[in-house]
C-alpha cells in the first residue's frame, strides 16, 4: 500500500499555472505507476494523467492534453502535475493516485491508492 499526500493547489486567475506535487510513503512507489484525476462539484471524478513507472511513458486526457504535464522523481517518491494555462473548467479537486502495477493506465480501477485530494480553483 502507497500512502498519498498532495500539496499545491489554490486559487488562480484563467490562464495561469499551477504546480501540483503529490508526495508517497511506501517502497514500491518506484515500481509502480501514477496518475491523476479530478472531480468537480456534481460531476465523475475523471481522468487527468498518467505515468508509468519509469517516467519514460505517460499519457493526457483530451481536455489537458498540450497544457498539463506529469513527470515523477523517484528519487523523491514523488510526482508532479505541471498545469498551464488554466481554465475555468479545470476547476476541480485534483486526486493523486498510485496504479496497482508498473504500467500507466486511464481507468480508476487500475489504481488502488488514493490523496485525500487538493483543491484547484481557476477563476475567469
Known amino acids: 500500500q502507497v500512502q498519498l499526500v498532495e500539496s499545491g493547489g489554490g486559487l488562480v486567475q484563467a490562464g495561469g499555472s499551477l504546480r501540483l506535487s503529490c508526495a508517497a510513503s511506501?517502497?514500491?512507489?518506484?515500481?509502480?505507476?501514477m496518475g491523476w484525476f479530478r472531480q468537480a462539484p456534481g460531476k465523475e471524478r475523471e481522468f487527468v494523467a498518467t505515468i508509468n513507472w519509469s517516467g519514460s511513458y505517460a499519457g493526457y486526457a483530451d481536455s489537458v492534453k498540450g497544457r498539463f504535464t506529469i513527470s515523477r522523481d523517484n528519487a523523491k517518491n514523488t510526482v508532479f502535475l505541471q498545469m498551464n494555462s488554466l481554465k475555468p473548467e479545470d476547476t476541480a479537486v485534483y486526486y493523486c493516485?498510485?496504479?496497482?502495477?508498473?504500467?500507466?493506465?486511464?481507468?480508476?480501477?487500475?489504481?488502488?491508492?488514493w490523496g485525500q485530494g487538493t483543491q484547484v480553483t481557476v477563476s475567469s
Open positions: 493516485a498510485a496504479a496497482r502495477g508498473p504500467y500507466y493506465s486511464d481507468s480508476r480501477s487500475a489504481f488502488g491508492s
Open positions: 511506501g517502497r514500491t512507489f518506484s515500481s509502480v505507476a
